[in-house]
T-cell receptor, first 114, second 112 residues
Framework: AQSVTQLDSQVPVFEEAPVELRCNYSSSVSVYLFWYVQYPNQGLQLLLKYLSGSTLVKGINGFEAEFNKSQTSFHLRKPSVHISDTAEYFCAVNLIQGAQKLVFGQGTRLTINP | DTGVSQDPRHKITKRGQNVTFRCDPISEHNRLYWYRQTLGQGPEFLTYFQNEAQLEKSRLLSDRFSAERPKGSFSTLEIQRTEQGDSAMYLC??????????FGPGTRLTVL
């Protein structure tokens, strides 16, 4: 079975500061990796995904993530955050084969302070 | 591209009542998923359809839950005899025959 651990439940940062949201996963087989963002009372929006190839992937809104196979991590980064980045962020994995159901971490609440 | 839509967005019901939610996926997406998200948690998989066939169900989906996708397009999720523990956000997602799932806005259920 697959599992995802988001190491920080809350991350407060000041506007224009850099941020890193940490994600570790566990799986005995190959997986795809995703980051989704959820604004209050809304569904999930895909930020970025890693399928194969370059381990550094770029997404929307200036976010990027790096896949590290040896450390089984997929940390999300942004060099300079804005107030509008305040949201809940979810890391997820799914199997490359079969139903490809997503397994999510518990989420990290990113709060941007002015 | 109109995105995934869900109806209703909010539902308040009394314990013991039945409720039904609808999901309209992105046109021509043959895969459809239902997830449940409780407060402060990540979404959890409930069930998956490929076209009209329900191919996988989670153990979270008790006998009181049933999902259908009769013509391989929209899907419904019904909860019978609701309990307070059913209060959650119910999310629908669709996917073409590929890796990425696109989520709807969700239906928030409150059971009093």
């Amino acid at each position: 079975a697959q599992s995802v651990t988001q190491l920080d439940s809350q991350v407060p940062v000041f506007e224009e500061a850099p941020v890193e949201l940490r994600c570790n996963y566990s799986s005995s087989v190959s997986v795809y990796l995703f980051w989704y963002v959820q604004y209050p009372n809304q569904g999930l929006q895909l930020l970025l995904k890693y399928l194969s190839g370059s381990t550094l992937v770029k997404g929307i809104n200036g976010f990027e993530a790096e896949f590290n196979k040896s450390q089984t991590s997929f940390h999300l980064r942004k060099p300079s955050v804005h107030i509008s980045d305040t949201a809940e962020y979810f890391c997820a994995v799914n199997l490359i084969q079969g139903a490809q159901k997503l397994v999510f971490g518990q989420g990290t609440r990113l709060t941007i302070n002015p | 591209d109109t995105g995934v839509s869900q109806d209703p967005r909010h539902k308040i019901t009394k314990r013991g009542q039945n409720v039904t939610f609808r999901c309209d996926p992105i046109s021509e997406h043959n895969r459809l998923y239902w997830y449940r998200q409780t407060l402060g948690q990540g979404p959890e998989f409930l069930t998956y359809f490929q076209n009209e066939a329900q191919l996988e169900k989670s153990r979270l989906l008790s006998d009181r839950f049933s999902a259908e996708r009769p013509k391989g397009s929209f899907s419904t999720l019904e909860i019978q005899r609701t309990e307070q523990g059913d209060s959650a956000m119910y999310l629908c997602a669709s996917s073409p025959q590929s890796d990425t799932q696109y989520f709807g806005p969700g239906t928030r259920l409150t059971v009093l």
